[in-house]
């Protein structure tokens, strides 16, 4: 499930819904975002409080922080065992205030594979991170093009998806700096959501994490055609 206070997350929520094949989507919600930035008291609506006791995994793109330590806080009280990914958090000191729930706090939802989530705690996110995370993929060439992109893991946010469409025709020389640099083409989020960081540095982090999985990608190819 993911839990938004204004204007993200609701794409990341389209992806898992259209993508997801061996996770079940438990819905996207909005709550409101308090105009005052400091709040006496934030109130959950019943309805999101009883999905966190079903739900194996949230999400929270919540802004506001008095939202996203409430929205952790209660999440935590009805269900131990929920995985807790906040993709929008401002700042170190807030970060070690939702760790008190267990909650991760990724730079960018693009870097999250099984080396930083704790998948034997949380056995769910295993399952998550067979479709969804840091990118995986599977380029095709043939005669110096790339004949298809197979997506084995996609962003969140869809970025890698974008991806693979556009890069089915390119010369292959080069391909993982060309192919990764149609992420700039993508409406990334990626340094909008902490209010602390050099947006840029967010957006070549997961460029570079696309090129990876590109050249990655292609490796595997190379090898499996030796054998």
Not at 60 to 89: F, G, L, Q, S
Not at 188 to 200: P, Q, R, T
């Amino acid at each position: 499930m993911i839990v938004s206070d204004g204007a993200y997350g609701e794409r990341a929520g389209n992806i898992l819904k259209e993508h997801a094949k061996i996770n079940e989507f438990t819905g996207f919600f909005r709550i409101p975002k308090p105009s005052n930035f400091f709040v006496d008291e934030i109130e959950l609506p019943k309805e999101i409080v009883e999905k966190f006791k079903e739900a194996d995994i949230l999400i929270t793109y919540t802004t506001h922080p008095d939202n996203t330590y409430e929205v952790c806080r209660r999440c935590r009280e009805e269900n131990p065992n929920i995985a807790i990914i906040v993709a929008a958090w401002r700042g170190n000191g807030q970060k070690k205030e939702l760790q008190k729930f267990d909650a991760i706090c990724p730079h960018i939802m693009c870097e999250i594979d099984e080396d930083n989530l704790n998948i034997e705690k949380y056995p769910k996110l295993k399952e998550f991170l067979k479709e969804f995370g840091k990118p995986k993929v599977k380029v095709y060439v043939e005669g110096g093009k790339v004949r298809d992109v197979e997506v084995l893991r996609t962003s969140i946010c869809g970025s890698t998806i974008f991806m693979a469409e556009n890069m089915v025709g390119m010369d292959v020389d080069d391909i993982g700096r060309k192919g990764s640099m149609l992420i700039q083409r993508y409406p990334c989020v990626a340094g909008k959501i902490h209010l602390f960081s050099d947006e840029e540095c967010k957006k070549i982090k997961a460029l570079t994490l696309h090129k990876e999985a590109i050249e990655n990608g292609l490796m595997e190819i190379k090898y499996l055609r030796k054998k």
